[in-house]
């Protein structure tokens, strides 16, 4: 496609001998001859042949002869024919399952209910009205405090100051122990009943619950556990706050330390797990007991008493226990009766606390969540920032050891494109503040992250080595190891049920696993990335939109579309016969044609192909598309609208003569016309390596294969211009088939993108299981064809490869000198006139490395592709002469200076 590509520079040589020249002509002669044989061997003569060439160079004639003489079992066969659509084999003659001819009438009945069983389904435009999920009426019994408050420091904040704890509990009622004991049993539970009804906050009440307890049962020291983990999972346990409490004790002195119990261990583990008191007279002749607390406080239990605290359904949702009676006596049955009376109450209480502290705390979570996305979506300049955002401020409030964000590649739902990760200790480190987060640092778990991809489940593992998802190998050679994993999808707002990316939490805190509470808050906080993300995506996408805008102004400023009376102009003339062209000729050259004849000739191999007639393409806007096309090639010396054509030209020759047409479809067969035709739209006569060294705006705007991704912009922006959208009839189906065979095709003329892929190529031509119907199979053939038409030149009788190679050594020496001129960069040799005489050498040396083995893997593949490969032998021998005698030039040269 590009330069590069273009068939090598050349040199005019010595003179062929005479016999040489008669030679080649009688040889050409005789390939010609046998390529018009092998096109028409399958169905026709060549006496029909030139038939058909006369019928194409007269259509009044075979039109008034279709009206005289033509049958309407030919006409409706016509009509049959060409109402399937693209893609659609057909017979000529319509038969039923048993061989015979069907009559039109039930060739049309069929026709009608295929029709009639395709419809497609219609779709309802507007927008759907909003369904309310709730008024703002409805906070006006509780109202609501102002959203945005401001800090001391004077920074904004969603986090309202806590409420006055007094304003909740009331007045504390407490009594004295001596006052208490005045009382009866009845009116000494209803008073410390009243003392704890009104406390709503969580360790307030159970540090009064213990006390009265204490008062209650004349213990020496009282604890209360709570149930904490999941209910009805293996991860529940009891944790308290409040441990060893006395009657003189307060609150803060209390909740200072943390206590766990696992569940159904020891003595208060097990009445939490059965539901059952206990009361136990000498607790270390109980198996249960675990003696390892007395150790470590110094403190000798004797005697405990443990009972539930359950709810109003009955489930417990902690756990009390006394210690001691005091004056070295035991707990009594009645102890018991009152310690489980009074415990009743206290379940109520505390669920009721417990109810308004998730209430509390759903509130600061939403207050959280509103102030990461505050931080989210304060700057989205890039990707980089705001995925080091999110993990900071993820690392912050899920406290483990490490974050990473893996992001999801469009074009496959379980693979990643970028993998963003940040570590605790990063956050510690002043250096990484306001930079980016690191990339691709640590092995990325594939079994687990491309399940929550692939499915958009949530995934939370206690231990990574019992889950078969994970892949132990990351662990290797590595001295962190994966602990606990808590893997969570983010999905895109717009489109619920898609993943674009997922969160990775690895190892929490102090061994502990990620609860259900972990997962709540990373799921709600994932909404928030995906939408941050996805604003990031599209601002990006607005600023290589605006990039694109600059470039399409700089050619539209060059460049304008074909004029309407041009189109009618051509639209009018006749167009020749493939045969009076040598369109099916591998030895064709446009030297000898006009312009205007080469767009005629473009039409010839669209109306030869019928695919004006299969996909309905207006004749008007197709002359006009033409015209544009050849008016969107620059004036450069080699890579123009001619050079263009005679690709088209070649691709036409190889389907036509091999028939490959028909295994490639005629959707595969317009996107290859198209492409060849539009390959190197705007061509500068400079290569890809040159935009880069300028610094053109096309190598920002396309990292790889920059000047093939400009000809297929281009390509797209004349197709969608309106006169010239020649796909204006064709399904949104076909079109995409369509866009997608015409970018691969555009994008495979880049020799980058045949050498990446000439070795699969070979490889399949050479085992002979070529699949035409599998769509790799095809891609990989296309490009071979795209590659082999785009140097084409090479495959030329020498006399035309001669004046070829001039014109592109003559755009060689032009992309050097801009670089010695404007660049001050030394061009390669192939480029540089200073090595001009050496490029016969440099001929032979393009032919040996890239040319021969495309002709060589397509003559194999079918032997009416052997005229290509002819023709690439005899100009390297013609090359390689002409390099050896300017070598044996120099080489007298060198003699007569001695």
């Given at each position: 496609?590009?330069?590069?590509?273009?068939?090598?520079?050349?040199?005019?040589?010595?003179?062929?001998?005479?016999?040489?020249?008669?030679?080649?002509?009688?040889?050409?002669?005789?390939?010609?001859?046998?390529?018009?044989?092998?096109?028409?061997?399958?169905?026709?003569?060549?006496?029909?042949?030139?038939?058909?060439?006369?019928?194409?160079?007269?259509?009044?004639?075979?039109?008034?002869?279709?009206?005289?003489?033509?049958?309407?079992?030919?006409?409706?066969?016509?009509?049959?024919?060409?109402?399937?659509?693209?893609?659609?084999?057909?017979?000529?003659?319509?038969?039923?399952?048993?061989?015979?001819?069907?009559?039109?009438?039930?060739?049309?009945?069929?026709?009608?209910?295929?029709?009639?069983?395709?419809?497609?389904?219609?779709?309802?435009?507007?927008?759907?009205?909003?369904?309310?999920?709730?008024?703002?009426?409805?906070?006006?019994?509780?109202?609501?405090?102002?959203?945005?408050?401001?800090?001391?420091?004077?920074?904004?904040?969603?986090?309202?100051?806590?409420?006055?704890?007094?304003?909740?509990?009331?007045?504390?009622?407490?009594?004295?122990?001596?006052?208490?004991?005045?009382?009866?049993?009845?009116?000494?539970?209803?008073?410390?009943?009243?003392?704890?009804?009104?406390?709503?906050?969580?360790?307030?009440?159970?540090?009064?619950?213990?006390?009265?307890?204490?008062?209650?049962?004349?213990?020496?020291?009282?604890?209360?556990?709570?149930?904490?983990?999941?209910?009805?999972?293996?991860?529940?346990?009891?944790?308290?706050?409040?441990?060893?409490?006395?009657?003189?004790?307060?609150?803060?002195?209390?909740?200072?330390?943390?206590?766990?119990?696992?569940?159904?261990?020891?003595?208060?583990?097990?009445?939490?797990?059965?539901?059952?008191?206990?009361?136990?007279?000498?607790?270390?002749?109980?198996?249960?007991?675990?003696?390892?607390?007395?150790?470590?406080?110094?403190?000798?239990?004797?005697?405990?008493?443990?009972?539930?605290?359950?709810?109003?359904?009955?489930?417990?949702?902690?756990?009390?226990?006394?210690?001691?009676?005091?004056?070295?006596?035991?707990?009594?049955?009645?102890?018991?009766?009152?310690?489980?009376?009074?415990?009743?109450?206290?379940?109520?209480?505390?669920?009721?606390?417990?109810?308004?502290?998730?209430?509390?705390?759903?509130?600061?979570?939403?207050?959280?969540?509103?102030?990461?996305?505050?931080?989210?979506?304060?700057?989205?300049?890039?990707?980089?920032?705001?995925?080091?955002?999110?993990l900071t401020h993820m690392l912050s409030f899920i406290q483990c050891e490490r974050a990473m964000v893996l992001l999801v590649h469009e074009g496959s739902q379980s693979t990643f494109s970028r993998v963003f990760d940040l570590e605790q200790q990063d956050l510690d480190d002043d250096q990484i503040q306001g930079k980016s987060a690191h990339e691709g640092r640590f092995p990325v778990n594939v079994g687990i992250t491309g399940y929550v991809a692939a499915t958009g489940e949530i995934v939370n593992i206690k231990n990574a080595y019992e889950d078969p998802r994970f892949d132990i190998s990351v662990d290797s050679g590595e001295k962190?190891?994966?602990?606990?994993?808590?893997?969570?999808?983010?999905?895109?707002?717009?489109?619920?049920?898609?993943?674009?990316?997922?969160?990775?939490?690895?190892?929490?805190?102090?061994?502990?696993?990620?609860?259900?509470?972990?997962?709540?808050?990373?799921?709600?906080?994932?909404?928030?990335?995906?939408?941050?993300?996805?604003?990031?995506?599209?601002?990006?996408?607005?600023?290589?939109?605006?990039?694109?805008?600059?470039?399409?102004?700089?050619?539209?400023?060059?460049?304008?579309?074909?004029?309407?009376?041009?189109?009618?102009?051509?639209?009018?003339?006749?167009?020749?016969?493939?045969?009076?062209?040598?369109?099916?000729?591998?030895?064709?050259?446009?030297?000898?044609?006009?312009?205007?004849?080469?767009?005629?000739?473009?039409?010839?191999?669209?109306?030869?192909?019928?695919?004006?007639?299969?996909?309905?393409?207006?004749?008007?806007?197709?002359?006009?598309?033409?015209?544009?096309?050849?008016?969107?090639?620059?004036?450069?010396?080699?890579?123009?609208?001619?050079?263009?054509?005679?690709?088209?030209?070649?691709?036409?020759?190889?389907?036509?003569?091999?028939?490959?047409?028909?295994?490639?479809?005629?959707?595969?067969?317009?996107?290859?016309?198209?492409?060849?035709?539009?390959?190197?739209?705007?061509?500068?006569?400079?290569?890809?390596?040159?935009?880069?060294?300028?610094?053109?705006?096309?190598?920002?705007?396309?990292?790889?294969?920059?000047?093939?991704?400009?000809?297929?912009?281009?390509?797209?922006m004349l197709l969608n211009t309106n006169g010239n959208q020649i796909l204006g009839n064709v399904s949104k189906d076909e079109f995409k088939s369509v866009i997608q065979v015409l970018e691969d095709s555009i994008l495979a003329t880049d020799l980058a993108v045949y050498f990446r892929r000439r070795g699969e190529t070979f490889k399949l031509l050479e085992s002979g299981n070529l699949d035409w119907g599998n769509s790799q199979h095809r891609s990989l053939i296309r490009g071979l064809l795209m590659t082999a038409c785009d140097l084409g030149a090479i495959t030329k009788p020498w006399e035309t490869q001669k004046k070829i190679a001039?014109?592109?050594?003559?755009?060689?020496?032009?992309?050097?000198?801009?670089?010695?001129?404007?660049?001050?960069?030394?061009?390669?040799?192939?480029?540089?006139?200073?090595?001009?005489?050496?490029?016969?050498?440099?001929?032979?040396?393009?032919?040996?490395?890239?040319?021969?083995?495309?002709?060589?893997?397509?003559?194999?593949?079918?032997?009416?592709?052997?005229?290509?490969?002819?023709?690439?032998?005899?100009?390297?021998?013609?090359?390689?002469?002409?390099?050896?005698?300017?070598?044996?030039?120099?080489?007298?040269?060198?003699?007569?200076?001695?």
């Amino acid at each position: 496609m590009t330069a590069d590509s273009s068939g090598g520079s050349a040199r005019k040589g010595g003179e062929a001998t005479k016999e040489k020249m008669e030679r080649d002509e009688l040889e050409i002669q005789e390939d010609t001859e046998a390529e018009g044989q092998d096109y028409f061997s399958e169905n026709y003569s060549v006496e029909l042949a030139r038939m058909e060439a006369c019928l194409d160079e007269n259509p009044d004639f075979f039109q008034d002869y279709l009206i005289r003489k033509a049958s309407r079992q030919m006409i409706d066969s016509w009509l049959v024919a060409h109402s399937l659509p693209p893609g659609h084999t057909h017979p000529l003659s319509p038969r039923s399952d048993d061989g015979t001819d069907l009559n039109p009438s039930t060739q049309m009945s069929r026709l009608l209910f295929r029709s009639l069983s395709t419809g497609s389904k219609s779709t309802c435009s507007g927008g759907a009205t909003p369904v309310r999920k709730i008024s703002a009426h409805e906070f006006e019994k509780g109202g609501l405090t102002k959203p945005w408050v401001t800090t001391v420091d004077g920074t904004p904040t969603f986090l309202t100051q806590p409420i006055n704890s007094s304003e909740l509990t009331g007045q504390i009622r407490k009594k004295s122990r001596t006052d208490l004991q005045s009382l009866d049993e009845a009116e000494l539970i209803l008073e410390l009943v009243k003392d704890i009804c009104n406390d709503l906050d969580v360790r307030s009440l159970c540090h009064k619950i213990l006390q009265n307890v204490g008062i209650l049962t004349d213990a020496d020291r009282c604890s209360l556990f709570l149930v904490a983990g999941d209910p009805g999972t293996n991860s529940q346990y009891l944790l308290s706050n409040l441990f060893d409490v006395s009657s003189n004790s307060t609150v803060e002195e209390i909740s200072k330390n943390e206590i766990r119990v696992p569940w159904g261990s020891g003595i208060v583990g097990h009445v939490a797990k059965t539901g059952e008191s206990c009361n136990v007279a000498d607790c270390y002749l109980d198996s249960r007991f675990n003696q390892d607390i007395d150790e470590m406080t110094g403190y000798r239990t004797k005697s405990m008493m443990c009972s539930p605290i359950k709810d109003s359904n009955g489930d417990v949702i902690g756990v009390s226990q006394v210690i001691n009676k005091n004056n070295d006596g035991y707990f009594s049955k009645n102890d018991e009766t009152v310690f489980e009376k009074y415990l009743q109450f206290c379940g109520i209480g505390l669920r009721n606390a417990q109810i308004y502290e998730r209430s509390q705390l759903e509130v600061k979570r939403n207050q959280v969540l509103l102030d990461l996305a505050g931080v989210i979506f304060q700057e989205q300049s890039t990707l980089e920032l705001m995925i080091h955002r999110i993990l900071t401020h993820m690392l912050s409030f899920i406290q483990c050891e490490r974050a990473m964000v893996l992001l999801v590649h469009e074009g496959s739902q379980s693979t990643f494109s970028r993998v963003f990760d940040l570590e605790q200790q990063d956050l510690d480190d002043d250096q990484i503040q306001g930079k980016s987060a690191h990339e691709g640092r640590f092995p990325v778990n594939v079994g687990i992250t491309g399940y929550v991809a692939a499915t958009g489940e949530i995934v939370n593992i206690k231990n990574a080595y019992e889950d078969p998802r994970f892949d132990i190998s990351v662990d290797s050679g590595e001295k962190f190891k994966h602990s606990t994993v808590l893997a969570m999808p983010i999905k895109y707002s717009g489109s619920p049920g898609k993943v674009i990316g997922v969160f990775q939490l690895i190892n929490k805190f102090d061994n502990l696993p990620f609860t259900s509470n972990d997962e709540n808050f990373v799921e709600a906080f994932a909404i928030f990335c995906g939408m941050g993300i996805s604003n990031v995506k599209m601002y990006e996408s607005a600023n290589l939109a605006m990039a694109k805008q600059q470039v399409t102004l700089e050619v539209l400023s060059y460049h304008a579309i074909a004029p309407l009376d041009e189109a009618v102009k051509l639209s009018r003339q006749k167009v020749p016969s493939a045969a009076s062209l040598q369109l099916h000729s591998f030895q064709f050259d446009d030297f000898s044609l006009e312009d205007g004849d080469t767009l005629k000739a473009s039409l010839r191999m669209l109306i030869d192909l019928d695919l004006i007639n299969r996909f309905n393409i207006d004749y008007l806007t197709l002359c006009r598309w033409l015209c544009s096309v050849r008016r969107n090639y620059r004036s450069v010396t080699y890579h123009n609208w001619r050079h263009a054509h005679n690709v088209c030209q070649l691709m036409f020759a190889i389907i036509t003569n091999t028939t490959w047409w028909k295994k490639l479809g005629e959707i595969e067969c317009l996107s290859l016309v198209i492409a060849c035709l539009c390959h190197d739209l705007d061509h500068r006569g400079t290569n890809n390596s040159f935009q880069i060294k300028s610094s053109n705006s096309l190598a920002t705007l396309y990292s790889t294969s920059t000047m093939e991704h400009h000809h297929f912009d281009q390509c797209l922006m004349l197709l969608n211009t309106n006169g010239n959208q020649i796909l204006g009839n064709v399904s949104k189906d076909e079109f995409k088939s369509v866009i997608q065979v015409l970018e691969d095709s555009i994008l495979a003329t880049d020799l980058a993108v045949y050498f990446r892929r000439r070795g699969e190529t070979f490889k399949l031509l050479e085992s002979g299981n070529l699949d035409w119907g599998n769509s790799q199979h095809r891609s990989l053939i296309r490009g071979l064809l795209m590659t082999a038409c785009d140097l084409g030149a090479i495959t030329k009788p020498w006399e035309t490869q001669k004046k070829i190679a001039r014109l592109v050594s003559d755009e060689f020496f032009y992309q050097g000198d801009l670089e010695k001129n404007e660049l001050h960069l030394s061009p390669i040799p192939m480029m540089d006139r200073a090595y001009k005489d050496k490029l016969p050498a440099m001929q032979v040396d393009f032919i040996d490395q890239i040319c021969l083995p495309v002709y060589n893997s397509l003559a194999n593949t079918s032997d009416h592709l052997k005229p290509m490969l002819n023709g690439c032998q005899k100009n390297r021998e013609n090359w390689g002469n002409l390099a050896t005698t300017k070598e044996d030039n120099e080489d007298d040269k060198k003699k007569e200076k001695q």
